[in-house]
């Protein structure tokens, strides 16, 4: 197998960040698709990290991000501080983590760094960009961010790193 050009690069990155870009300026657009625009601008930026294209992947994230900045200024937050870095950060960990008790505390610090990114998130959204959430929500707001986020999260990111396989597994099937 012949080793991918940087113009495969620069094309499969383009691609994926146009995808992000898509679905976080439709999710912006519309308030029950915005937590879908997330996730499938996740999804898009895993696909040049299926080809080992992590500075592709990287620069997908910062195009989807600015462009879609132009919709919704305040709704993009979340992609910033957490939905667009993961992919990135779980190639890292998947590279570079070998041993189970780093693991362990990549696991523990993500998980602190999704609270606190859900916690930014929800102070932004709902100050300045006027999103409103159920009354429950709000009245146990921290058990909700905190200990609801953190179990939430446990099941998040394996289920992101079966995405990826899921998505190296696709993307194998491209001979470049």
Request: hydrophobic share 60%; proline share 5%; charged share 15%.
């Amino acid at each position: 197998m012949k080793k991918p050009t940087k113009s495969f690069e620069i094309a499969l990155s383009a691609i994926a960040a146009a995808f992000a870009a898509a679905f976080l300026m439709l999710g912006s657009l519309n308030p029950f698709l915005l937590a879908t625009g997330y996730l499938v601008a996740t999804f898009a930026l895993m696909v040049p990290l299926s080809k080992d294209f992590l500075w592709g992947s990287a620069l997908a994230y910062l195009a989807a991000g600015l462009i879609a900045l132009f919709v919704s200024p305040l709704k993009i937050v979340p992609y910033f501080v957490f939905f667009g870095l993961h992919p990135i950060v779980n190639y890292l960990q998947k590279r570079y983590v070998k041993r189970t008790p780093l693991k362990a505390l990549c696991l523990i610090a993500k998980a602190v760094w999704f609270d606190f990114a859900m916690w930014l998130s929800y102070y932004v959204l709902t100050e300045f960009a006027g999103l409103t959430f159920p009354d429950v929500v709000e009245q146990y707001l921290y058990y909700v961010l905190f200990i609801g986020g953190t179990l939430f999260f446990a099941v998040y990111d394996i289920m992101i790193f079966l995405c990826q396989r899921s998505a190296d597994a696709a993307i194998r099937r491209i001979r470049r």
